[in-house]
């Protein structure tokens, strides 16, 4: 551990606050009220008081990043604050009062000093990393967890979620979300978060601050997370920060790590399908890093080769070959300007490309008079791509000792696209050619760009601001094809065509205020108010939402909270729920589709000591405005009117939590359990009767425990359970008339031709929404983490099985038709059994 005091002095500055009667419409009487306890809140900041700050950075000591949630308590005075999302805290105490400071963080050592303050005093705290606390007792509900933290949240360091096994040797963010109380993972190996009966469209990612609209990899079964790039993870399940907003569900707050700045470090991991190098260093020791990780996968080099076999034909040759592959890049730059300023600056692109390639090539007879054999060749192209890219540059300025501000500038988009391109050429006598081009393609996006200023205004020791404004530009492309066939010498067939050419462009701007109070030793209360506003179409648009989160410290382990939140989301997510490749599109809330809203309620009990956290909550939320394909509309036949094919609902989801987790020792992991119910009514669905969200499941049951049998050996292993989920299947078949089908080749022949296909099948007819469910699911992941000190580094054997005894759990449920017009449901299982393989080499000295 190691402190540096850049300096002490007499802090004179004053924060000036402005005020500018406003006159709110809209807003009912209790909502007047709580601007009003604000407003009086900030006027008794300019008040004199007598007192000074304790302010500075806590971070690691071997790679100085900086350490978010980190925990500084006075011993004395029985107060505490965290750091924020920048390592950065400010305490404020009583003029020449004696102080015992205690700065703890899981997985180091705590760091004690006690001073008397005689003036503003800053200082950088390193932490030193250690596989043991120092047995040191604090009696503090600020040991474990903030006060001003609802049950709802779940905190995760890179380091925890590197010891979860995952898929296919993966270690992944959402796979270890997924086994957290009251988040649900949906079909088998899905990225997807269903979080308190929520779909997927209604978690907010962000990777340092910036949105990420697509976090999924190989149509959903691994994350876009880089795991040797991530420092920390937030997850909001409820009671929601006023900072927050723009989504229903779920807040999941990834920060990236920023470089070392001391040393070179290099990291190198190969796994069964992908590679990863993480190499962070120095720029100038001490003041400035860069961190670059990358990661992508290999079937493709290894498997397209091996498909490019010709077959061979009487008067032709056909080769066929393709591929996928995936990749993400992260890179940070981390500059210590000055004493009070920082720089970052950040980039993440990652993409998944499937594609297909085919040649045939012909011999062709040509009668009549100069009869002769012509070549004839046909090529053609498949492409299936999607991805992300967000940038940003952030700039924190200590504005005094009071006040942190951050200011962010960032840009992101989301592109999905699906190409065919086929060339025909045929010789003809006489030395002439038929030649023929033919060029589909179909492309969904979003372009984002934002900028926001935030502030931290510690003004009291018992009172602690946060405040900002964000303004963003959105361009929406819901869908746009372009269609084009060439043909030489017979141009006068030439035609050119666009379909869904729909362009939707929002300013959005949000403001916020959120206010730490401690009304006393026992009593804290987190009050704030989320503000957005955005126009579409012509069509503007409020919303308000207050949120209010307290806290009762019963004893120094005990605690009961209750939280209030109201959210707003201003886009929806369409995702096409058939058999074909998953695919999301964004729009944007308009005239005819408004916004989604929910309000949620929820109350726990926490109890933590040195080692042990348990949280216990209940919650209940009620959402309006969710979106849902009306009947016999499909993700594919959107078009300019794509509004009408959508109908708006309600939903309403209730349940309990239970977490007990161990955080210390050679044993640690935890137990998570949810007990819940969630039912979504449409007026155009189910004659307009409530049925169970496709992801209701009653009962979930995680169990997680990692094992550090000796300083060579760790064990690690995860079994989990949900019942099963409700689904849609038929009851009675009809023969006859040529019906619509669906089914997976239809399916993605709908997908190119964008096009109902018919078929003089069997059809079966669904007799209600969600009144069948599945099999109940369950699955054990195992591995072992072999690990040896080398000279240069630190080498690490990992073996790991995914459903290691088995369990053929249901991944598509399928109907078959006999000819008596019996309906049998047939089961697909994914993932029996998947063992894998990786080798990791961390150079420490490099």
């Known amino acids: 551990m190691s402190i540096v005091?850049?300096?002490?002095?007499?802090?004179?500055?004053?924060?000036?606050?402005?005020?500018?009667?406003?006159?709110?419409?809209?807003?009912?009487?209790?909502?007047?009220?709580?601007?009003?306890?604000?407003?009086?809140?900030?006027?008794?900041?300019?008040?004199?008081?007598?007192?000074?700050?304790?302010?500075?950075?806590?971070?690691?000591?071997?790679?100085?990043?900086?350490?978010?949630?980190?925990?500084?308590?006075?011993?004395?005075?029985?107060?505490?604050?965290?750091?924020?999302?920048?390592?950065?805290?400010?305490?404020?105490?009583?003029?020449?009062?004696?102080?015992?400071?205690?700065?703890?963080?899981?997985?180091?050592?705590?760091?004690?000093?006690?001073?008397?303050?005689?003036?503003?005093?800053?200082?950088i705290v390193e932490l030193q990393p250690g596989n043991k606390l120092q047995e040191v007792e604090v009696k503090a509900s600020w040991n474990k967890k903030s006060a001003f933290e609802p049950s709802g949240k779940i905190n995760f360091t890179g380091k925890q979620l590197e010891k979860v096994p995952g898929l296919l040797g993966e270690k992944d963010i959402i796979k270890t979300l997924q086994l957290m109380p009251g988040i649900q993972m949906g079909k088998e190996g899905s990225s997807r978060l269903y979080v308190r009966g929520g779909s997927p469209g209604q978690n907010l990612f962000l990777i340092d601050g910036v949105p990420?609209?697509?976090?999924?990899?190989?149509?959903?079964?691994?994350?876009?997370?880089?795991?040797?790039?991530?420092?920390s993870v937030e997850v909001y399940k409820g009671g929601f920060p006023a900072r927050y907003g723009g989504r229903l569900s779920s807040i999941i707050d990834v920060r990236m790590k920023e470089g070392n700045l001391f040393e070179k470090k290099l990291d190198i991991s190969i796994g069964t399908i992908s590679s990863k190098i993480t190499y962070e260093s120095p720029i100038k020791k001490g003041k400035s890093s860069f961190i670059i990780a990358t990661r992508r996968t290999y079937a493709d080099a290894i498997f397209t080769p091996l498909m490019a076999i010709p077959y061979e034909g009487v008067n032709s040759k056909t080769t066929t070959w393709g591929g996928y592959y995936f990749y993400d890049l992260n890179a940070k730059l981390n500059f210590i300007l000055s004493e009070k300023d920082r720089l970052y600056l950040s980039i993440y692109t990652g993409k998944d490309n499937l594609y297909m390639k085919e040649k045939e090539a012909s011999l062709k007879s040509h009668s009549g008079i100069g009869s002769s054999v012509g070549q004839s060749e046909n090529k053609s192209k498949y492409r299936n791509s999607w991805g992300n890219i967000t940038t940003s540059a952030r700039w924190n300025r200590i504005i005094n000792q009071k006040l942190f501000a951050n200011t962010t500038l960032s840009f992101s988009t989301y592109n999905y696209e699906t190409l065919f391109q086929s060339r025909y050429s045929e010789e003809l006598p006489r030395d002439n050619t038929i030649n023929e081009s033919t060029s589909y393609i179909n492309y969904s996006g979003i372009k984002d760009i934002g900028l926001a200023i935030d502030f931290d205004y510690y003004a009291l020791s018992w009172l602690h601001i946060k405040y900002g404004i964000k303004g963003s530009g959105h361009r929406y492309t819901p869908g746009k094809l372009d269609f084009k066939y060439e043909s030489v010498p017979d141009q006068e067939n030439d035609f050119t065509f666009n379909l869904h050419n729909t362009v939707e462009k929002i300013f959005e701007l949000n403001g916020y205020i959120e206010n730490h109070v401690s009304v006393s030793d026992l009593i804290s209360v987190n009050l704030g108010v989320h503000a957005l506003s955005f126009n579409s179409r012509g069509f503007n648009y409020l919303s308000i939402q207050p949120r209010i989160l307290t806290n009762f410290q019963i004893t120094n382990n005990f605690s009961l909270n209750?939280?209030?939140?109201?959210?707003?989301?201003?886009?929806?997510?369409?995702?096409?729920?058939?058999?074909?490749?998953?695919?999301?599109?964004?729009?944007?809330?308009?005239?005819?589709?408004?916004?989604?809203?929910?309000?949620?309620?929820?109350?726990?009990?926490?109890?933590?000591?040195?080692?042990?956290?348990?949280?216990?909550a209940m919650y209940w939320k009620k959402m309006d405005g969710i979106i849902n394909y009306k009947n016999g509309e499909s993700f594919f036949s959107l078009d300019e009117k794509w509004v009408d094919k959508l109908t708006q609902g309600e939903g309403s989801s209730y349940g309990a939590e239970i977490l007990a987790r161990k955080n210390e020792g050679k044993l640690t992991g935890w137990i998570g359990y949810t007990l819940s119910w969630a039912y979504s009514k449409f007026p155009d669905l189910n004659n307009g009767e409530a049925f169970p969200f496709i992801y209701d499941s009653r009962h979930q049951l995680s169990l997680v425990a990692m094992y550090k049998l000796n300083p060579k050996i760790e064990l690690s292993a995860s079994w989990v359970y949900n019942t099963g989920v409700p689904i849609t299947i038929s009851g009675t078949a009809y023969n006859g008339e040529d019906i619509y089908i669906s089914s997976p080749i239809y399916g993605a022949l709908e997908d190119f031709f964008n096009q109902k296909i018919y078929s003089p099948q069997s059809i079966a007819y669904y007799s209600g929404i969600n009144q069948v469910r599945l099999p109940d699911y369950h699955r054990l992941d195992i591995g072992v983490d072999f690990i040896k000190q080398k000279k240069k580094g630190e080498r690490i054997w990992s073996i790991s099985v995914y459903n290691a005894y088995l369990r053929n759990n249901p991944f598509v449920l399928f109907t078959q038709v006999n000819t008596n017009g019996q309906v049998s449901v047939k089961n697909f299982s994914l993932f029996s059994f998947m063992p894998s393989i990786s080798y990791r080499f961390k150079f420490n000295k490099f």
């Open 212 to 231: 990420v609209y697509n976090v999924n990899h190989l149509f959903g079964f691994f994350s876009v997370f880089t795991p040797g790039a991530v420092k």
């Open 562 to 616: 209750a939280a209030m939140s109201k959210m707003c989301q201003p886009i929806h997510l369409l995702v096409n729920n058939g058999n074909t490749f998953p695919v999301d599109i964004w729009v944007p809330a308009v005239k005819e589709l408004k916004p989604s809203t929910s309000d949620q309620v929820e109350i726990g009990v926490n109890y933590s000591n040195k080692t042990y956290e348990l949280s216990v």
């Open 5 to 123: 005091f850049p300096k002490q002095h007499d802090n004179k500055e004053h924060f000036p606050l402005f005020y500018k009667k406003a006159l709110i419409h809209g807003c009912p009487y209790k909502m007047k009220n709580l601007f009003t306890i604000l407003f009086l809140i900030l006027i008794g900041l300019n008040a004199n008081s007598q007192q000074s700050y304790v302010s500075g950075f806590v971070r690691d000591k071997t790679t100085g990043e900086a350490l978010i949630n980190a925990h500084i308590y006075d011993q004395l005075h029985k107060k505490g604050v965290i750091t924020n999302a920048y390592g950065y805290f400010s305490y404020p105490a009583p003029k020449g009062s004696m102080l015992q400071i205690t700065i703890s963080f899981i997985g180091y050592e705590r760091w004690i000093h006690s001073f008397q303050i005689n003036s503003d005093t800053s200082m």
